[in-house]
């Protein structure tokens, strides 16, 4: 049974910094690309980052601010967001994709996790 766990978000203040994780279990995480994903309230939930190996992609709003990394032996996805913005505020999921390749097509990823709250403060 696939299941992804996320670390706790958290309240920053604009500019600051936060590092979400999201440890796997259940499956052989490294044959998978992983992906997160945002939703705030009122909103659809849209794409942020995704992951296989050393290919990475990013929406064009977090380009520059956000990192994407895994470590397959530690099972776990890695989001580092810098120079966060009111409108970075929302609930954050990790995603498992049924692929290889990382995309930021919902409906290519079978299993997410229970989601993270960010709040960025103005």
């Known amino acids: 049974q696939v299941q992804l766990v996320e670390s706790a978000g958290g309240l920053v203040q604009t500019g600051g910094s936060l590092r979400l994780s999201c440890t796997a279990s259940?499956?052989?995480?490294?044959?998978?690309?992983m992906g997160w994903f945002r939703q705030a309230p009122g909103k659809e939930r849209e794409f942020v980052a995704a992951?296989?190996?050393?290919?990475?992609a990013y929406a064009d709003s977090v380009k520059g601010r956000f990192t994407i990394s895994r470590d397959n032996t530690k099972k776990t996805v890695y989001l580092q967001m810098n120079s966060l913005k009111p409108e970075d505020t929302a609930v954050y999921y990790c995603?498992?994709?049924?692929?290889?390749?990382?995309?930021?097509?919902?409906?290519?990823?079978?299993?997410w996790g229970q989601g993270t709250q960010v709040t960025v403060s103005s």
């Open positions: 995603a498992k994709s049924t692929s290889r390749f990382p995309t930021s097509y919902y409906k290519q990823y079978d299993s």
């Open positions: 259940g499956y052989t995480f490294s044959l998978y690309a």
């Open positions: 992951i296989m190996s050393s290919i990475t």
